[in-house]
């Protein structure tokens, strides 16, 4: 299937989700007017590539600055969606960018990593990301 | 002319007085509240405001923000028009001390005032443990139907905020069905 790449604008995150390399990236700042309107089509598209790519060995690259309350809901079915597909057979490595003094980012982490036990969770603190 | 110039004067006397960091009243659309968070964020940094607070800062800022955009009774056209919605509200940060204080105010329906009393007045008495507690529950529970977003906001802002919530309504003495809603969070 075709890969998937919106680019990003002040309110909403870069989705560059390149399904013929296993690569995915998530990068910027996520607060639409709609969010579940920015995220239905993109957990579409991503349901069918995990559905189509079993046994596979997928990188996830998460770089969220910011995201709102309605995004944050939302990013729980694109992992929720990611977690499935870790659990029937592929394997998912995630690697969770955030800045090292952001509590709440790191804490949205944790959940993470408590709900989704099949997803190989690596918390990748950075010193002085951005502002 | 010189009257003039010393009502303007007062004016901003009072706002840097309260240290007014960022204030907008007026009508509140997606693309305001951009351009309004770009402000806020150059605004938090020049005052020389912590990364960590900030964030919290800017985080409420969009809530509260959205809050108007998507349930402020006064709309300046009809939701069925092309296009998003543009809703009317004010929207200011200023800093006392140590502390910063995110204040909005927006008209809603009187009959929804009991709703968001039922949803606001609980967080008042949560410790900050409990809060993130109802939080990691509301953020693995359906959205509720009335929500245009994901039913986290007031929960974000008490999480956010170092202090509870304050919150009051002033019924328009005009207009009835009308009542002035008011939120304050101090961070």
Not at chain 1, 111 to 125: G, M, N, Q, S, V
Not at chain 2, 106 to 112: I, K, L, R, S
Not at chain 2, 170 to 187: N, Q, S, Y
């Amino acid at each position: 299937m075709d890969n998937l790449y919106i680019a990003a604008t002040a309110t909403s995150p870069e989705v560059d989700f390149r399904f013929d390399q296993h690569q995915l990236l998530l990068r910027g700042e996520s607060y639409p007017e709609n969010a579940a309107a920015f995220y239905a089509p993109v957990i579409e598209q991503l349901r069918q590539y995990l559905a189509e790519s079993t046994g596979a060995v997928i990188t996830v690259d998460v770089v969220l600055t910011y995201f709102n309350s309605s995004s944050t809901k939302m990013l729980f079915s694109v992992f929720d969606a990611l977690d499935e597909a870790a659990q029937s057979g592929s394997r998912v490595l995630m690697n969770w960018y955030r800045d090292e003094e952001d509590e709440t980012i790191a804490e949205f982490g944790e959940e993470l990593k408590a709900d989704f036990h099949a997803i190989e969770f690596t918390d990748r603190p950075v010193s002085h990301q951005g502002q | 002319m010189s009257q003039l110039l010393e009502q303007d004067r007062a004016f901003f006397e009072l706002a840097q007085r309260r240290n007014v960091l960022f204030y907008h009243k007026g009508y509140f659309s997606h693309n305001i509240v951009a351009a309004m968070g770009e402000v806020v964020k150059l605004q938090l940094e020049i005052a020389g405001v912590s990364g960590p607070t900030r964030r919290k800062l800017f985080s409420s800022f969009v809530e509260l923000s959205q809050n108007i955009v998507h349930y402020s009774s006064d709309s300046l056209q009809p939701d069925n028009v092309g296009g998003g919605s543009i809703r009317e509200g004010a929207v200011c940060i200023t800093t006392d001390g140590e502390r910063h204080l995110m204040m909005c105010v927006n008209p809603v329906a009187t009959h929804d005032v009991e709703g968001l009393r039922n949803k606001l007045e609980p967080l008042r008495s949560m410790s900050v443990e409990e809060i993130k507690q109802a939080y990691k529950v509301s953020l693995r529970a359906d959205t509720p139907e009335e929500s245009k977003g994901a039913g986290l906001g007031f929960l974000t802002m008490a999480r956010d905020a170092s202090a509870p919530l304050e919150f009051a309504f002033h019924p328009r003495a005009d207009e009835p069905g009308t009542t002035l809603f008011c939120l304050k969070a101090i961070i």
